[in-house]
């Protein structure tokens, strides 16, 4: 993906490459009298200079404006923008897929190009003979340090690839949006990070190159200085902070977003929880629903584009997007024969709920627990579920009757483990 190279007929060969775009459009050398930006006025590029402000409430510096200061010398990109930017729309209409375009006329090539993609992902036969997934090399790309992120707004999704960690087979092609570390590779390449700054960044955030007085952070942190839990796009919030209290019995947290209206929206809804342990102690979650609502569709197999939940349980990696999952996914959704755990390595867990289309439903039990209550998983932590068809036909007479009804329909019957 990485490869930003400014001022060369190099970016504009690299992009032909990636775009299909006719090479003879694009190499005719760039020179300073090419009309500004600002000059340009067809509708699509419109559509591009809008974008281009979404991008920038969402995080890119305000050098940004410096790089349509450059464009303004570079209308070549601006072309390739455009191009990328009407394919996006024709296709989609998700903010995702045209930050996508939006990052290739930066010179950003796809993430599962980069020079280090083979630790992380398995290729189909048909992916090696294919364009869109030539491997990059150390020479001819820059990471910058960013860590392989599978949620990057540049990564595909399923086309035959497999993840080396199988739990993020659904966040590759996702398309959630630019990543914290997508912008911190745009802002290091175009050396827009502060020199100077007036504000200490908490837990992994940087200074705002809009300004240098707020931080951008990881995702799941917010606040001016990253120091709190991104209050999300609701409001009021959906999402909260939540303690884990207890270690012999689970706490359950249920939630919903999003509408059931089948619209796709142009941006996601999204709610972040944190769910803390005591010091010292780490959280433990097992999921009931992760989820549509009944007979309501979702995608999955691409990635979790339209709905779904991030878990972040990874201290040392809260600078890449977490594992996504949707549509009541059997590795992530614990069933009585089936319990699940997935356990953080910190004091915090991190759940992003997110929506596109369609609502999304959640239910998670919780508890802290350290390396001697870690795999002892107490009765109100097991799933408990209706295991009868016709359990809402039984009264809670019958319920308080007949003792196999009792056991058989517990959440009928309220008698799930408390
Ligand atoms: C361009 O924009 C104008 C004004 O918004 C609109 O009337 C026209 O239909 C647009 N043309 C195309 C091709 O989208
Ligand atoms: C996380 O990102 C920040 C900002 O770019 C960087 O300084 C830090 O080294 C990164 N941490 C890891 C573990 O990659």
């Known amino acids: 993906m990485f490869r930003l190279v400014l001022i060369s007929s190099l970016l504009a060969i690299s992009l032909a490459a990636t775009v299909n775009l006719r090479l003879p459009n694009l190499v005719p050398a760039v020179t300073n009298d090419l009309p500004d930006f600002s000059d340009i006025t067809d509708n699509i590029t419109d559509i591009v200079k809008a974008r281009f402000d979404d991008l920038v409430s969402k995080g890119l510096g305000r050098h940004v404006q410096e790089l349509i200061g450059i464009q303004k010398k570079l209308k070549i990109i601006n072309k390739i923008a455009a191009e990328q930017v009407k394919k996006a729309n024709a296709n989609s209409g998700r903010f995702g897929a045209i930050a996508h375009e939006i990052f290739h006329a930066f010179g950003v090539f796809h993430h599962h190009s980069r020079s280090d993609r083979d630790t992380y ?158 010091a010292g102690k780490q959280v433990q979650l097992i999921f009931q629903k992760a989820g549509t609502s009944p007979g309501v569709s979702y995608s999955q197999g691409y990635g979790c584009t339209d709905q779904g939940v991030e878990i972040k349980l990874k201290n040392g990696e809260f600078n890449r997007t977490g594992t996504l999952f949707c549509g009541d996914d059997p590795a992530l959704v614990s069933t009585p024969s089936n319990i699940i755990p997935f356990t953080s390595d910190s004091e915090l867990a991190i759940l992003q709920v997110y929506s596109q289309t369609n609502k999304f439903n959640l239910q998670v039990k919780y508890r802290y627990v350290d390396s001697t209550t870690l795999s002892t998983i107490p009765g109100s932590c097991q799933p408990c579920l209706d295991q009868y068809s016709n359990c809402n036909t039984f009264t809670s007479d019958v319920c308080a009757n007949n003792q196999n009804i009792a056991s058989g329909c517990p959440v009928t019957c309220g008698t799930c483990p408390k």
Not at 172 to 182: E, K, N, R, S, V
Not at 257 to 278: C, M, R
């Open 121 to 278: 992902l398995t290729l189909s036969a048909a992916n090696q003979d294919d364009n869109q997934f030539t491997k990059l090399t150390t020479s001819d790309s820059y990471n910058y340090g960013t860590m392989y992120d599978y949620g990057s707004v540049m990564h595909y999704g399923l086309d035959g690839m497999t993840a080396v960690e199988t739990l993020y087979q659904s966040t590759m092609g996702a398309g959630l949006g630019p990543q914290f570390g997508d912008i911190v590779l745009i802002n290091t390449q175009y050396q827009c990070m502060c020199k100077s700054a007036t504000v200490t960044c908490a837990n992994g955030g940087y200074p705002n190159p809009n300004g240098c007085s707020t931080c951008l952070c990881r995702g799941g942190f917010g606040g001016s200085d990253c120091s709190v839990r991104d209050p999300g796009t609701e409001n009021p919030d959906v999402g909260v902070t939540l303690q884990a209290i207890a270690s012999d019995s689970c706490q359950t947290l249920v939630t919903s977003l999003g509408n059931d209206d089948g619209v796709i929206n142009l941006y996601y809804q999204k709610s972040w929880f944190w769910i803390q342990a005591p």
